[in-house]
């Protein structure tokens, strides 16, 4: 396997490379991270991604990068790879099952320039149903300037059309469904998620400290880039980050510089999603530990852990 050193040089992307939206599902330009990709070995990958010095949504304010700009690389990373590696036609869907990162908070920092990312991914516990492939897992190392920037694996099943109907029960008709969804509930104050604008938002006060009503607005044009039949992933762990600063509020930064996340079920837009949230155990280092809760119809559709650490 290639060091850290050979694959930030070999991944360098050159200027005038980009990704079609289409292969990472994004409706915009600007909000293609990728640059390209390259086969390197058996289901073993690099892949380039150059990330703004500004962003609309993930913010550099505090002089580092959003991890959450991270997860979002590596979501689009699994669907370029998925379609053009590995065949999968574009009416299939993507579903994580399971992600999990932790990255080195001091190659998060932010320059004057973007920041240029190197991505080696593996692709493992392939499985078939017939051609194409149904479910795989991916190990991504990120590598940024000769360091280890992340380390993460994502977990996903790939559906067909007619899979994914009997998946969603007659949920699946995207363009019905995100036409129906409720208008958002309130906010709580930006200043406890970590936000700077109400519209970035996605917790609803509650009387309780712990637990917050998920805020979903289907307007929102970084969240919500087409219509989609139930609430995204990147929503969800943008609620996770959120209820851990607001479980603690803080004028410091903080950051999630790690997460291990398990999707259970899909979140649906027509009924209440609760998030509760705890604190787990605080480490010597400065981080803290928080356990997150989503919770629809009394069940659980998501469990999560997030390290969250003042930068």
Known sequence: MPTAEERSVSARPAPTTAVAEKYVHRAAFSEVSLTEWDKVGQDAFTVTARWPRIHSFYDTGHGVHDPLLLCETFRQSGLLLAHSAYEIPSGHQVSWSRLQYAVNPQALRAENTPAEIGLYVTCTGIHYHRPPAASMTMRIEAVRDGSLLSVATIVFGLHSPPVYERLRSGRCDAARVFAGAPAPVPPVAEEMTGRTRPQDVVLSPTSEDWRWQLRVDTTHPVLFYHPVD??????????????AHALEPSTRA??????????RRYVEFDEPCWIEAETGPRETSGCRSVRVNAIQRGSIALTATAEMTTV
């Open 230 to 243: 139930h609430v995204p992933g990147m929503l969800l762990l943008e609620a996770v980050r959120q209820a």
């Open 254 to 263: 903080t950051v999630p510089t790690a997460m291990d996340v398990s999707f």
